[in-house]
C-alpha cells in the first residue's frame, strides 16, 4: 500500500513543481552570492569589522548552504503541505476513499501509509536540497572556515567541524518537515477538497512563525509550545558550544506534535462518515 | 645678609631638584632608546602562532596559522586558507606598534613589579604624527626586555599588552603576548538573523557576557624566522 501511495504522490506534476521551485530559489541565491556575494559579506559582516580585520575565503560553499538553509527552511514547509494536504482530501475529492477503505487495512493503518508516503516526498526533497544547496555550492565556492553570525554573537566553526553539523542539520530539518507533514495530514481529513488543507497548513506555519520570531513579551510565553519555535533548532548545530539540551527539547516537542496530530487525525477518520 | 643666603640656599635646592629631574628623564629616554634600538634590530620575523581570541561576542576557536610582521607596522595572519581575525586597523599584536616612532619625550613614572620582577615604568609621549597618544612601559632593566605596556590611540581606545619571554629572549622576541582591549557591543537584528534561542540557561549567559566589554587576545608564538627579508606583496590583500 505503500508503494501505491508513493507512485500516487510522484505520478502527479504538482509533485516535481517543489523540487523545481527549491532548485531555482537555490540557483538563484548562489547566482546571486557569486556576482555580488562579497557586498553581502561586508554588509553582514560591518558590526565586527568594525573592530576586526577578518580575512579569508568567508564567502565559501558553506556559508551559501547556510543562507539557502535559512531562506529555504521556510519556504520548504509550505512545499510539503503541497503534497502532505492532499493525500486524504484528495482521495475523497475524487471520489476514490471508499474504493481505498474496501482494502483489508483499519483506517488508522491508512492514515498511517499516507502519512509516511508524504513523509518520504518531505526527505526526497531535503535529499534534493543536500545536493544542490551544499553540494553544488561546496563545488562552485569551494570550502572553508563557517561564519555564523547570530544577533549577539558571532560564531567561527573551523572547516573541518562542520560537515557533521551539516548531517545533524538535515537529519533535524526532516523532523521538522515531518511535523509539518503531520499537520497537513491532520487538516486533510477534515477537507473534501486538498485547497483547504494546503492552504490551511501555509496559514498555521506563516502565523505561528510570525509569533516564534516576534520579540514581544506577551507572545514569549507561548513562544516555547508552538512548533515552529522549534523547527529551526537545526541552527543550534552551528552555535559553539552546541546546545544539546535544548535540542533535545525540541526534537521532544516536534515528536510530540507528530503524535498528537496523527492520533487526531486516526481518532477523526475512524470516527468520518465517509460519502464519497 | 640672611636674606641673600636664604635665597641662595633656595636657589641651590631649585638647582639639585632640576639636575636630579634631568638625571631621571636622561636615564629614562635612554632605556627607552636602548629598548627602541632593540626593537629595531628585528627587520621582519615569520612565526608559526597559535591564537585564542576572548572576546564577549566571539565564539572563535583556537587558531594555528603564519604570523608575518614587517617593519614598522606591516603584519598578517595566514592560515591556510582558512579564515584569520586580528584587531583592526594600529591596534597590531606586535611589541613594535605599540612604540612611538621618531622624537619622543620620556618620562620617569617610578617602578613596580611584574611576575615577580621588578620593573622600571615609564611613560612615552610621541611628538610628531601619531595615532599614539601615550605609551606606559614596563621595563625590565637587567635584560632590557618591555614586559607590559599599555598603549592609549586616537582611534582605537587603550590597549595592554603583557608579553613573556622564554625561547627567543636574545632576540628580544616574546614566546606569548597577551593584548588586553577595549571592544564595542555588537548587535543584529534578530529578524534578520532568526536566532534559535529555545535554551534560556545560554541566554542567561550570553546575558552576563555581553555586560564585560573587554576582550583579550593571547598569541602564543612557537618558533621565529628573523630578518629573512619578507617582500611586501605578502601583506597585500588578496580578493
Known amino acids: ?276 | 645678609m640672611r636674606r641673600y643666603a636664604r635665597n641662595g640656599l633656595w636657589l641651590l635646592l631649585l638647582s639639585c631638584f632640576s639636575f636630579v629631574a634631568c638625571a631621571q628623564t636622561d636615564s629614562s629616554t635612554i632605556l627607552f632608546q636602548k629598548l627602541r634600538a632593540r626593537l629595531d634590530k628585528v627587520n621582519d620575523y615569520v612565526a608559526d602562532v597559535r591564537i585564542r581570541i576572548d572576546v564577549s561576542f566571539m565564539k572563535v576557536p583556537p587558531l594555528a596559522g603564519k604570523l608575518y610582521f614587517k617593519a614598522p607596522d606591516k603584519m598578517k595572519l595566514e592560515r591556510n586558507g582558512g579564515v584569520s581575525i586580528l584587531p583592526k586597523k594600529n591596534i597590531n599584536l606586535t611589541l613594535n606598534s605599540m612604540f612611538p616612532v621618531g622624537d619622543a619625550i620620556v618620562i620617569d613614572a617610578g617602578t613596580d613589579v611584574v611576575n615577580s620582577r621588578a620593573v622600571k615604568v615609564i611613560k612615552v609621549i610621541p611628538q610628531g604624527e601619531s595615532d599614539i597618544v601615550l605609551t606606559k612601559i614596563w621595563v625590565d632593566e637587567e635584560r632590557n626586555l618591555a614586559l607590559r605596556t599599555e598603549t592609549t590611540t586616537r582611534d582605537n581606545g587603550t590597549v595592554k599588552m603583557d608579553l613573556a619571554f622564554g625561547a627567543h629572549i636574545a632576540q628580544g622576541l616574546p614566546d606569548k603576548v597577551i593584548v588586553y582591549l577595549d571592544v564595542k557591543e555588537y548587535k543584529l537584528p534578530k529578524g534578520v538573523t532568526m536566532d534559535y534561542d529555545a535554551n534560556a540557561q545560554m541566554k542567561a549567559d550570553d546575558k552576563g557576557n555581553g555586560k564585560n566589554k573587554k576582550g583579550k587576545i593571547e598569541i602564543s608564538y612557537l618558533n621565529y624566522e628573523v630578518n629573512k627579508g619578507l617582500p611586501d606583496n605578502i601583506f597585500a590583500e588578496k580578493d
Not at chain 1, 509550505?78 to 502532505?84: E, F, P, R
Open chain 1, 1 to 276: 500500500m505503500l508503494r501505491l501511495e508513493l507512485h500516487k504522490i510522484f505520478r502527479r506534476p504538482r509533485t516535481y513543481i517543489s523540487f523545481l521551485i527549491m532548485t531555482a530559489v537555490t540557483f538563484l541565491i548562489q547566482l546571486a552570492m557569486y556576482v555580488d556575494g562579497s557586498s553581502f559579506v561586508s554588509f553582514a559582516m560591518q558590526g565586527v569589522g568594525e573592530q576586526f580585520a577578518i580575512s579569508g575565503n568567508i564567502l565559501n560553499g558553506y556559508l551559501v548552504t547556510y543562507l539557502v538553509l535559512q531562506s529555504l527552511l521556510i519556504h520548504i514547509p509550505l512545499l510539503v503541505a503541497l503534497v502532505a494536504g492532499d493525500v486524504l482530501a484528495g482521495e475523497a475529492n475524487a471520489g476514490t476513499m471508499r474504493l481505498l477503505l474496501t482494502k483489508p487495512v483499519s483506517r488508522g493503518g491508512v492514515v498511517l501509509v499516507k502519512y509516511i508516503a508524504s513523509v518520504a516526498y518531505a526527505m526526497l526533497l531535503l535529499v534534493w536540497l543536500a545536493v544542490v544547496g551544499l553540494g553544488l555550492s561546496v563545488l562552485i565556492f569551494g570550502t572553508g572556515d563557517l561564519i555564523n553570525l547570530k544577533s549577539d554573537a558571532f560564531v567561527m566553526l573551523l572547516e573541518h567541524d562542520i560537515m557533521w553539523r551539516y548531517m545533524l542539520a538535515f537529519a533535524f530539518a526532516a523532523l521538522a518537515m515531518s511535523t509539518v507533514a503531520a499537520l497537513a495530514v491532520f487538516l486533510s481529513v477534515f477537507a473534501d477538497n486538498s485547497i483547504g488543507p494546503i492552504i490551511g497548513t501555509m496559514g498555521v506555519i506563516v502565523v505561528l512563525t510570525i509569533f516564534s520570531n516576534l520579540e514581544i513579551p506577551l507572545f514569549n510565553t507561548i513562544k516555547p509550545y508552538l512548533f515552529t519555535t522549534h523547527m529551526i533548532a537545526w541552527k543550534g548545530f552551528f552555535d559553539a558550544p552546541v546546545p544539546y539540551d535544548a535540542i533535545i527539547t525540541s526534537v521532544l516537542v516536534l515528536v510530540g506534535y507528530i503524535a498528537l496530530f496523527l492520533a487526531a487525525t486516526i481518532v477523526i477518520f475512524k470516527r468520518k462518515d465517509i460519502q464519497s
